[in-house]
């Protein structure tokens, strides 16, 4: 097998791995699951990750990466800082079936079991945090935000939009996007000086 054949079949398998994973949650996928979902031998997925924590890992690692691929877009543009805010909120805010929230919840959970799962989800959470935090901090340097603690205030929002996308994301009919994105905002706009309609 080529170098490039072994990528595709690489991503193939981390794609069938993730989907496995939101139906049948990270404690319960087995390489076996993974295996003949993606049609292929498990000594196969055990020649890619050699363990199934490893496999587990990856595959977070996987689909987490594509919501911090959209992030990258957005701190990397060359928008003013308010604008960077708004649309890393509304990235942050669950949307349709919350896929990718499911995955971050399941995540979080198995990491208190999983050593190797924890270590990925800690770093890859930290870059929201950082990316968030340098937002801020960019936009307290030029005059659009006031506020005296951006890594703080970062953690603080951040905290805010877990906790209610958790609710989002699990109990159907607790809180609504409305609510969410109301709930959100106000947070935001006490910890950076801001006025509501600033993030509409």
């Not at 496999?55 to 957005?74: G, I, K, M, N, P």
């Not at 909120?89 to 198995?110: Q, V």
């Amino acid at each position: 097998m080529t170098r490039r054949a072994a990528e595709i079949r690489l991503d193939a398998l981390l794609r069938t791995a993730c989907d496995v994973i939101v139906e049948r949650g990270l404690a319960n996928t087995r390489t076996a699951d993974v295996a003949q979902a993606a049609g292929v031998s498990q000594a196969l997925v055990f020649y890619h990750f050699a363990t199934k924590e490893r496999l587990l890992a990856q595959a977070f690692a996987y689909a987490v990466e594509q919501d911090l691929a959209r992030l990258d877009v957005v701190t990397r543009s060359s928008a003013p800082p308010l604008t960077k805010l708004r649309r890393i909120l509304k990235l942050y805010t669950p949307a349709g079936r919350a896929t990718s929230w499911s995955m971050w919840i399941d995540g979080w959970s198995e990491s208190l079991r999983t050593p190797e799962l924890e270590k990925v989800s800690r770093r890859l959470d930290l870059r929201w945090r950082q990316d968030l935090a340098a937002v801020i901090s960019a936009g307290v340097a030029d005059g659009t935000f006031q506020c005296a603690d951006p890594d703080g205030a970062a953690w603080r929002i951040s905290a805010v939009m877990d906790g209610l996308a958790v609710q989002l994301a699990v109990h159907d009919r607790v809180i609504s996007r409305r609510q969410f994105g109301e709930w959100v905002r106000l947070v935001t706009t006490r910890e950076l000086g801001l006025d509501p309609s600033d993030l509409d």
